[in-house]
């Protein structure tokens, strides 16, 4: 009996964690989107690392903010073989108050 209730407990807590994890998200995506700006950007470099099973690549970026500041910044995201190719021009959303927080 008092296994089970030490599971109810556990599970309660992850879902939880899970909803709120999910909440957070949403809300700070939204926030993101509502405020970010768009620029062109172009491909400067690929960084490689090793995963598990192979080498992925983050591609380095370069762009100019609406106030005319270069920015550089290396995406999150990885993938293998490289989905982009050095001096490719792309497009970069970014938030005026922090533009190294860029996205592709």
């Given amino acids: ?6 599971h109810k407990v ?4 992850i879902c ?13 995506v939204r926030h993101f989107v509502n405020n970010a700006m768009e620029g062109k950007g172009h ?5 490689k690392s090793h995963s598990t099973k192979s ?10 903010t ?3 500041t270069n920015v550089e910044f290396t995406s ?4 293998s073989p490289p989905r982009f190719s050095v001096g490719e021009s792309v497009s970069v959303y970014y ?10």
């Fill in 76 to 79: 999150w995201m990885s993938t």
């Fill in 95 to 104: 938030d005026p108050q922090n533009p190294q927080s860029a996205i592709i």
């Fill in 66 to 68: 609406v106030d005319g």
């Fill in 43 to 47: 491909v400067t470099n690929l960084v």
């Fill in 10 to 13: 556990l599970m309660c807590t």
């Fill in 55 to 64: 080498n992925v690549y983050k591609p380095v970026v370069e762009f100019k």
């Fill in 1 to 6: 009996m008092r296994n089970t209730n030490i």
């Fill in 16 to 28: 939880f964690v899970l909803f709120f994890s999910f909440g957070w998200s949403v809300l700070y």
